[in-house]
């Protein structure tokens, strides 16, 4: 029940930002906060060792890019993180890219897939500049499967918030989530 209301009070706050409250966003992230933090901190945990930015760091740079999307219009908690996960993709790819482009060419950074993923990747880790390469590739293929993707493994959603951020069934995330790893096995395996 407190998870009710919880998803109430979140998709309460977009809709008030949505249409122009400017503090709506501000009373929405201290809600949102741990969530994001957990999305984060899994998926930094996938970074190589070392890696510079922190969980913090990663909540903090997805909520300032945010703030400059200008009170975009989010429909409900889920797509509210489905907008996080592609944000945190953005990011974690800019960071492997400046890495890259500092090396010159040198070590990819290397970021693996999440246990459910795990079956369809051989190696141990993905290169997440790759990754967002053949995630393009499969959202000019399948937007939805590409998006999938994005909410499962950026944004750590299960399959029924997934489910619910793309308004499709249960069984549908499935089908779309078992495609996506057999398409990305295939051009990153």
């Known amino acids: 029940m407190a998870g009710d209301d919880r998803a109430r009070d979140v998709t309460a706050l977009l809709l008030e930002w949505s249409r122009g409250d400017a503090n709506a966003f501000e009373r929405l992230v201290p809600v949102v906060y741990d ?10 945990r996938q ?5 510079v930015l922190q969980t913090t760091a990663l909540v ?12 975009m219009t989010i429909r409900s908690r889920h ?3 489905a907008m996080a996960a592609r944000l ?3 990011i974690l790819v800019d960071h492997a890219r400046r890495r890259r482009a500092e090396k010159r060419g040198g070590t990819f950074e290397i970021v693996g897939m999440d246990e459910a ?11 997440v500049v790759a990754l967002d390469e053949a995630l393009n590739q499969l959202a000019e293929v399948d937007a939805r499967v590409c998006q999938v993707v994005e909410l499962r493994y950026f944004g750590g959603l299960t399959l029924e918030e997934t489910a619910g951020a793309l308004d499709v069934s249960h069984a549908t995330v ?3 989530w078992a495609v996506a790893k057999a398409w990305l096995f295939q051009r990153l395996g």
């Open 35 to 44: 969530e994001l933090r957990r999305v984060a901190r899994a998926r930094l």
């Open 47 to 51: 970074e190589r060792a070392g890696h």
């Open 60 to 71: 903090h740079e997805t909520y300032l890019r945010m703030v400059d999307l200008d009170r």
């Open 79 to 81: 797509h509210f993180l």
């Open 88 to 90: 945190m993709r953005q």
């Open 117 to 127: 993923a795990v079956a369809a990747v051989p190696a141990p880790g993905v290169d």
């Open 174 to 176: 499935e089908r779309d």
